[in-house]
Nanobody
């Protein structure tokens, strides 16, 4: 079973940046496609970004394209989400997730393993 631990969340002003990390253990990290999701208060969890096993293929939610970048370092068993030009509507708990297999997943149901989440708050 894969264990995932997110870090890097915090409070930032509108227009600021944060870099989230997700440290993986327990399984071969490079065997998993990875994703970031977020959940704002009173809302359902939503897809943010995903990356395939090699890191060469990525996919983003439309509202974060051009602002967020997902990446991975398979040698360090770590997933990243660089978030720039943050907006108040980006405020949420951010989760990383792991999906066995080759294909990128774009829904929560695609993913088998989840981290505990890290809070991102963007003040206006």
């Amino acid at each position: 079973q894969a264990q995932l631990v997110e870090s890097g969340g915090g409070l930032v002003q509108t227009g600021g940046s944060l870099r989230l990390s997700c440290a993986a253990s327990g399984r071969t990290f490079s065997n998993y496609a990875m994703g970031w999701f977020r959940q704002a208060p009173g809302k359902e969890r939503e897809f943010v970004a995903a990356i395939n096993r090699s890191g060469y293929s990525t996919y983003y939610k439309d509202s974060v394209k051009g602002r967020f970048t997902i990446s991975r370092d398979n040698a360090k068993n770590t997933l990243y989400l660089q978030m720039n030009t943050l907006k108040p509507e980006d405020t949420a708990v951010y989760y990383c997730a792991a999906k066995p297999g080759l294909l990128i997943g774009r829904t929560s149901a695609d993913y088998d393993y989840w981290g505990q989440g890290t809070q991102v708050t963007v003040s206006s």
